[in-house]
């Protein structure tokens, strides 16, 4: 399967410096200019002319040779009948067409405090690097196309002629992830960090198909990656996570350099998912508060693959796991928390919301009550009117916080909040205020999804200070088996090493994993 890389098309070459081409010479004022040039007859021999009878002859000879050369292309064609596939898949991947889907991360839930916000000092730039690049390397943090910055300016002119069939086709097409990342503030680097990323993933994908939050139980790893996470049985967990980054660059059990890992972890989640009365549990053996959250990011990948994929086999699995969802939603407020039908906490409530969106794109079939039940569980978390979220509604006067703030209004946005509501822009110039943090990746993740839905100078400000941190803090090849992850930067951390790195990802994804919600009527949508 052909990688959907993005690739730089080569420059033409500069005439604009004068080079000397030919010399020319003047006749005098008047008088035309008479050139001799001599023959030496004896140099020149003199050409015999062709006979008319030969002329059958010769016919005969190149229709004789013609006929025998395609006939050796034909025996080539019919004894590998491969070769022609692959030709034309070569020449019509391209133009395959290729919305959104969000994901969530795992946290220690009950201690939801965020931080004192500290800005990002961006700093300068290195080498250029080639879209193709893959694995860790040391990147340019700042570097663009510039030959298709120009000429995509202005709108949505790029996207305006690609056909979407749904929320993820625009991580579907090497098409549309080249002029998603051009257009939305992504560059080379960004993409070869990505790469690197899924790299180290691969890394540490377990014999059985799961990873595990202790990525140091993989026999190459053997301890020399730090930062284990404290979920110490939780593959399930685990293993979502990885998948949603993967299948945030496109890379599905059919398609992508990754099929082999996607499919391993497929198959490994839906084996290890528990049918229920309630539905399809997928939180395997919960040993803290742990569960739902699992629950809801399980149910993501799965909904994910099966809007790029449409196999049967992930589409029912998935909803099964949206019907545990559904279930496990409070009846009075709205919310979720750890344990089916817990009074509801800000954080769990935006994966399971974030989940349910997912099935409604995948044209999955599920009850949407849920999501009006939802929305009555927002009101309730809201501070200033809505512009701002606390973590736990039942807590008497619970001040609102950065990160509960980036999830409200993210799930405000998909539950039809528009570009015109105040209060969402009162939210945005906010979190634009704050400004991506080097120590709450949680908070970096929601809230970059909200500032790019929002777009605008807003978006530029934001985009430019999370993805150069990103880039700069990846451990490179000079790191040895670290290359590729992140160290933990999150108070929030409970999955160490590879919750911080697929969080990481993902947020790098987000120019093609999310088609912007505000500029989609730029964009000509099937669906």
Known sequence: ???????????????????????????????????????????????????????????????????????????????????????????????????????QSMLQPEDINDSTPQSIVSQETTSNLAFETKGPIDLNVSDGIPQLEAADSGGL????????????????????????????????????????????????????????????KHADCKGQCSQDGSFTNCPTGATGMALLAFLGGGHTHQKGDYQKNVKRGIDFLIKAGQPTETGLDLRGKVTANEGMYVQGLCTIALCECAAMSKDSRV??????????????????????????????????????????????????????????????????????????YVYDPAIDKAPPTPTMTAVGLLCRMYLGWDHKNKKLAEGVQYLDKIKPQPNNMYFNYYATQVMHHWGGEEWTRWNELMRDQLVRTQHQLKDGHLAGSWDLADPHGGGGRLYMTCLSIMTLEVYYRHLPMYSRENIKVEF
Not at 203 to 214: A, K, M, R, Y
Not at 335 to 349: A, F, L, Q
Request: proline share 8%.
């Open 1 to 103: 399967m052909s990688t959907e890389r993005l690739e730089p098309s080569s420059q033409p070459i500069s005439t604009d410096s004068p080079v000397a081409i030919s010399t020319a010479v003047k006749p005098p004022a008047g008088k035309p200019l008479k050139l001799s040039l001599p023959i030496d007859e004896k140099i020149v021999p003199k050409q015999p002319e062709a006979g008319w009878m030969k002329l059958p002859v010769v016919t005969l000879i190149s229709l004789s040779l013609h006929a025998m050369v395609l006939g050796a292309l034909a025996l080539v064609v019919l004894k590998t009948p491969k070769l022609v596939e692959e030709v034309f898949t070569t020449v019509t991947d391209q133009e395959e067409p290729a919305e959104e889907i969000v994901e």
């Open 157 to 216: 002119p790029g996207l305006a002629g690609i056909k979407v069939g749904n929320e993820t086709s625009g991580r579907m097409s090497a098409q549309a992830k080249k002029t998603m990342v051009t257009k939305f503030g992504g560059n080379s680097a960004s993409e070869a960090s990505v790469a690197s990323g899924m790299k180290w993933l691969t890394n540490h994908q377990l014999p059985d198909g799961s990873w595990s939050f202790v990525h140091s």
């Open 315 to 388: 589409r029912k699995a998935a909803e099964g796991a949206l019907d545990f969802i559904v279930k496990a939603q409070n009846p009075k407020d709205g919310g979720w928390r750890y344990n089916p039908r817990d009074p509801g906490d800000m954080s769990v409530t935006g994966w399971e919301v974030m989940a349910l969106k997912s099935g409604t794109n995948a044209k999955l079939k599920f009850p949407t009550t849920s999501f009006k039940n939802a929305e009555k569980f927002l009101k309730l978390a809201q501070a200033e009117g809505g512009a701002q």
